[in-house]
């Protein structure tokens, strides 16, 4: 493979990644938005943060990305709070939120 050619396959596989990721974050910003509207708590800055990403196998044994996010939430809008979020692929796999104080 040439130089030119490896370029090219790095770029086109960073841009894969790039678009992927986006589209997790997505997933995990809505299962978070609805985590926090089944707990009563508010879903703050409508984002999530990326935390840290692994590969690891999934239940049929292929390799998939493992991304954690963290998210942040208010109970009575005074004292802000973290979730976590770990997706593997696109599916939900754990959510966490912090101890906090219920109004």
């Given at each position: 493979?040439?130089?030119?050619?490896?370029?090219?396959v790095?770029?086109?596989?960073?841009?894969?990644f790039?678009?992927?990721s986006?589209?997790?974050?997505e997933?995990?910003?809505q299962a978070?938005?609805s985590?926090?509207?089944?707990?009563?708590?508010?879903?703050?800055?409508?984002?999530?943060?990326?935390?840290?990403?692994?590969?690891?196998?999934?239940s049929?044994?292929?390799?998939?990305?493992?991304?954690?996010?963290?998210?942040?939430?208010?109970?009575?809008?005074?004292?802000r709070?973290?979730?976590?979020i770990?997706?593997?692929?696109?599916?939900?796999?754990?959510?966490?939120?912090?101890?906090y104080?219920?109004?």
């Amino acid at each position: 493979m040439t130089g030119d050619g490896f370029i090219i396959v790095l770029l086109v596989g960073a841009a894969w990644f790039w678009w992927d990721s986006r589209g997790v974050a997505e997933h995990a910003i809505q299962a978070a938005r609805s985590r926090c509207d089944r707990l009563g708590v508010s879903f703050l800055n409508d984002t999530v943060g990326w935390k840290k990403i692994r590969l690891i196998r999934n239940s049929q044994g292929r390799m998939q990305f493992q991304r954690t996010y963290f998210f942040e939430f208010a109970s009575d809008m005074a004292q802000r709070y973290q979730g976590e979020i770990v997706m593997l692929g696109r599916h939900v796999t754990k959510i966490n939120l912090d101890v906090y104080r219920a109004e």
